[in-house]
């Protein structure tokens, strides 16, 4: 099938097209920035919301349950997991994928799987342009699932408009591990199996870390306190104080759920209204998409270097024959970056090679 | 204190000179590359051992057992944590950080945890350069701990001689999330804990899919099965004959540990000197060592070409005026990449602008 001929029937909204134009643009086959540069002006349309938690927090659950709830509403959903821990993915119980199939049926649908290994060009650059692809079909909601474990997954986790946090009782200990970083990224928390032991313990020691994030100090206060202090948490009731005043301010809602019996999805839709709501009228909405197409020049500059670098049999040839003496000491990895550069600017321009 | 000084009180063994080397180092501080310059010719003596594994599996408590190990056999060891969960990068319970200061006490060993995010030129790159300072210090082993579950975590493993990958059976179903990555890179797997229920059974599910991994087909034979197909599973079987035959051929053996109790560490470590005389005597060492200095090379490209490009306000600035073009679907990601390129040759050869 020509090219003109494949975007033809993906403009027509044609399913198969779509899978196809998936393909070849998350495997980079030949044509896809020319694929991906005739959807660009489609893109821009779709609200793309990021799921992220440690393994076994219910994300996929949480995803399906979403899914249904914006299908329910009229709206077309892409389903994009980044997770290799998802159904999605292939790491299923049975239940889960029987439980998608129902999804995966509905034409109003798309779901795809990432590969977390083999993109070069780092995952979150792969995740970005399927997201475009299924942004430039029409899908209304992109829901994107990542595990927030490693670096790469939550660069994934930055590339979407809104992202959730799913957490669960058992993931007690583990909140010291994600602060470092999804927490930061979070702009909803969700303490899924919030029927279980253990929740309202997490539920307080999140709203203490947003609290602490905001620099307010609680001074000696333990880490793991008694509900008491949830209801006389200065910074909390700083935060309710300033949100109910300043549309400006968004405050991390930090919600309930039990997904297995469909417990608190519609709060968490409501939720993600709310701060897209934030989002378009502080005009953060604008600066986060004008600072992800600036992601998008540098992730293809970058990505070009690397293929007219790598995939340049001469290049490789000379690194080669540098190998020896960088082994032997008499040469460094910098000396060699430093006379590599020097004699491929040519090249880095796009320039045959005289 | 000027760079030479430096460089010659790290010659001469001093640890306050160490730790301000990797901070430069790790941190890309000015001059970090003229530093790793001159160490380049003292790297490649010390043996780097990575450990990865799930959250909880008890790395850090093997890796502090290690040290020990290592310590009683008269050697000096490195330790780096990449892992966010590590006691060592702050993720700590108290017991695990006391256990750990006896060990860092020692002036024979050096611990350094390292962020995992923000280091634009990727994990794996920033770990490679802080284990050729400790290399070029003189340590014998180096401990490379990361949590294998993310990408650059994986890329982190691949920058070890030997990778251990260590599992306990409450990590039993997620087997099948680490199989698509993290399994083709571990030279050795230790089941930890294996005093617990299940354990049996990990080491069961592990050796099966050590056998699929060989390409043997167990047709129909249920994932989770009894203990008696483990003593007639052919694969290893057959596996097991070609080790004592062939030593060019290397079965990662599936190890147990009951790492608080302090069992079996020292069969871990006889088996990373196994797997270290096997890398020697089949040449693989070196190929692999070659496969290093390839990547250190391109590193060092990749982040200068970045610097070059992402430093330069000229470069930037025309960067910010294509945004608007690019949000009006007027111009494509591609087109500005293409053009960003076309006008930096010069740029990326290192030389000044006219």
């Known amino acids: 099938m020509s090219s003109d001929r ?32 005739g959807l660009h002006s489609q893109t821009g349309r779709a609200r793309r919301i990021g799921l992220t ?16 709830n914006f299908r329910d509403a009229g709206l077309k959903v892409g389903v994009i997991a980044v997770d290799p821990t998802s159904p999605f993915t292939g790491g299923a119980l049975l239940g889960d994928r029987v439980r998608m199939e129902n999804v995966a049926l509905d034409p109003g649908v798309f779901i795809r799987s990432m590969a977390t290994r083999g993109s070069l060009g780092g995952l979150a650059a792969a995740t970005r342009e399927v997201a475009d692809v299924l942004d430039a079909f029409g899908f209304d909601r992109l829901l994107i699932e990542t595990v ?24 007690g200990d583990s909140i010291q591990t994600l602060k470092a970083g999804v927490m930061e990224v979070a702009d909803i928390f969700v303490v899924n199996k919030a029927d279980r032991p253990g929740a309202d313990r997490l539920r307080n020691d999140v709203e203490l870390m947003l609290g602490l ?23 909390r009731l700083a935060r309710e104080a300033a949100a109910a005043e300043n549309p400006a301010t968004w405050t991390p809602p930090v919600l309930s759920a039990v997904a ?13 209204d709310r701060h897209f709501a934030y989002l378009e009228q502080t005009g953060t909405l604008h600066a986060r998409r004008r600072e992800r197409m600036r992601e998008r020049v540098t992730d293809v500059v970058e990505r070009k270097v690397r293929d007219r670098l790598w995939k340049d049999s001469h290049t490789i040839a000379w690194l080669d024959e540098q190998l020896p003496s960088l082994e032997e000491g008499r040469s460094t990895p910098f000396a060699v970056a430093d006379q590599l550069l020097r004699q491929s600017g040519e090249l880095v321009r796009g320039e045959e090679r005289q």
Do not use: C, W, Y
């Open 6 to 37: 494949l975007l033809d029937d993906f403009n027509a909204g044609k399913s198969a097209a779509l899978a196809r134009v998936v393909s070849i643009v998350e495997n980079h086959r030949d044509g896809f920035e020319a694929i991906l540069g």
């Open 53 to 68: 938690g440690p393994p076994g927090a219910g994300k996929s659950t949480i995803t399906a349950l979403l899914v249904k």
């Open 148 to 171: 927030g474990v490693g670096q790469s997954e939550l660069d994934v986790a930055r590339t979407a408009d809104s992202t959730a946090l799913i957490l669960v009782p058992e993931s």
């Open 213 to 235: 994030r905001k620099g307010v100090s609680f001074g000696s206060v333990p880490a793991h306190h008694g509900v008491d202090l949830k209801r006389m948490n200065p910074a």
């Open 260 to 272: 297995t019996k469909q417990e608190g999805i519609s709060e968490m839709v409501a939720a993600l």
